[in-house]
């Protein structure tokens, strides 16, 4: 697999949907092979991406929680 053309085509393809649906949000990588290009899909069209591993962090940090220190 190329990876370089890979993200060049993914990014692309990220960048096209959000100009001909201004209206999209955020973006979700629904292949488990895209969570790698996931910084520069969002990088491209200043948008929050979700992927399988934002999931997996999201339940992570929900069950092994560690303690408050505050806000700053």
Not at 4 to 29: C, D, Q, S, Y
Not at 35 to 55: G, I, M, R, S, Y
Request: with cysteine; proline share 7%.
């Amino acid at each position: 697999m190329d990876v370089r053309l890979m993200e060049t085509e993914v990014v692309g393809v990220a960048k096209e949907l959000v100009k001909k649906n201004p209206e999209v949000g955020a973006i979700l990588l629904e292949c488990s092979l895209l969570p790698p290009f996931a910084k520069a899909v969002q990088e491209a069209t200043q948008l929050p991406v979700f992927d399988f591993t934002t999931l997996i962090n999201m339940v992570h940090s929900s069950l092994l929680r560690g303690p408050f220190n505050g806000y700053l």
